[in-house]
């Protein structure tokens, strides 16, 4: 079956430019996540979605960053004002609602902001 | 807060051992193991509950010591396909159902 899917794959942007980052999970996941990986550095949890539930968004670096999730699939990360800082790979990741179950990761955005 | 990975780095031989640590300032209810390959997505390993068993995937196996709040990957008989990152993603006992937090990685390289 189908993985979890992102687009773009690469965005290049002008500082100050607002971008949208979508990521379209995998079919039946209810577990939605981003994550932003920085050259060479590790996987800073940014936000996640279970369901109808309240988002935990608690890894958010500043209110210039913003996501939803429409209808509990597709999920939209949108990042105001860019600055190049925020450039790195953001990795969208899905998974089963049971606690030994894994997550599954897209092939990522490259942010590129010039 | 992050858990902390250790080594950063290691080079191995082909045929070589070698361990990752990945330790938690917090109690942890669940440890994941991923592995990421340069340009590609993390791939899941294993994951190890709190009061679950040693678990294994192929000649990497992991376990899970809930005391001392630290989980270790053990590289057996390395192979060339082991080269990667390894990423440890831990949830807390007090942490909401899916929030995993993620260490800085630990790459190995894997040399003939």
């Known amino acids: 079956g189908a993985g979890v899917s992102q687009s773009p794959s690469n965005k290049v942007t002008e500082k100050g430019k607002d ?4 990521c379209d999970p995998i079919s039946g996941h209810t577990a939605l996540y981003w994550y932003r990986q920085s050259l ?13 539930s309240a988002p935990d968004k608690s890894g958010l670096p500043s209110d210039r960053f913003s996501a939803e999730r ?15 800082e925020d450039s790195a790979v953001y990795l969208c990741a899905s998974r089963r609602t049971v606690d030994n179950s894994p997550l599954h990761f897209g092939n990522g955005t490259r942010l590129t902001v010039t | 807060q992050q858990p902390v990975q250790s080594p950063q780095a290691v080079i191995l031989r082909e045929g070589e051992d070698a361990v990752i640590n990945c330790s938690s300032s917090k109690a942890l209810y669940s440890v994941h193991w991923y592995r990421q390959k340069h340009g590609e997505a993390p791939v899941f390993l294993m994951i190890l509950l709190k009061g679950g068993e040693q678990m294994r995937h192929e000649k990497i196996s992991a376990s899970f010591n809930e005391k001392k709040q630290q989980s270790s990957l053990y590289l057996t008989a390395s192979q060339l396909s082991y080269s990667g990152t390894y990423f440890c993603g831990t949830r807390g006992t007090t942490d909401s159902w899916g929030k995993f937090q993620f260490g800085a990685g630990t790459q190995v390289v894997v040399t003939p």
Do not use: A, K, W
């Open chain 1, 40 to 52: 060479g550095q590790g996987l800073e949890f940014l936000i996640y979605f279970q369901g109808n």
């Open chain 1, 19 to 22: 971008v949208e980052l979508r």
């Open chain 1, 70 to 84: 429409t209808g509990g699939s597709v999920s939209t990360l949108t990042i105001q004002r860019t600055q190049q």
